[in-house]
Nanobody, 118 residues
C-alpha cells in the first residue's frame, strides 16, 4: 500500500515562493510517476506537474516557468518548488503516485493548503 505525506504548504505573498515535499512509501512500480495536482474552492482538481522515475517532467501551462518539480528516487520523495506565486495558485495541493502518467488510478496524499495573498 502506498502512503504519501505532503508538507510545506502555507501562506505566501504574491511574487513569493513556497516548496512542497511529498514523502512516499510503497512498492517500486507504484512510484514510477509522481506528481502534483491542485484543487481550488469550487473548482475541479487539476494537473500541476509530474515527473517520472527517469526524471522526465511535464507541467501545466499555467505553471510553466514558475514551478519546478524534482524527485530523489533514493528517498522516494518528490518536491515542488513554486516561485513567482500568484493569487490564482491558491489551492489544496495533492501529491499523486502512479505506475503510469495520468490521474487515473494511483494513490493520493491528504493534501496541503497553499494560500497566496495579493
Amino acid at each position: 500500500q502506498v502512503q504519501l505525506v505532503e508538507s510545506g504548504g502555507g501562506l505566501a505573498q504574491a511574487g513569493g515562493s513556497l516548496r512542497l515535499s511529498c514523502a512516499a512509501s510503497g512498492s517500486f512500480f507504484s512510484l514510477n510517476v509522481m506528481g502534483w495536482y491542485r484543487q481550488a474552492p469550487g473548482k475541479q482538481r487539476e494537473f500541476v506537474a509530474d515527473i517520472t522515475r527517469g526524471y522526465i517532467t511535464n507541467y501545466a501551462d499555467s505553471v510553466k516557468g514558475r514551478f519546478t518539480i524534482s524527485r530523489v528516487n533514493a528517498k522516494n520523495t518528490v518536491y515542488l518548488q513554486m516561485n513567482s506565486l500568484k493569487p490564482e495558485d491558491t489551492a489544496v495541493y495533492y501529491c499523486h503516485a502512479n505506475r503510469f502518467v495520468g490521474p487515473e488510478g494511483g494513490d493520493w496524499g491528504q493534501g496541503t493548503q497553499v494560500t497566496v495573498s495579493s
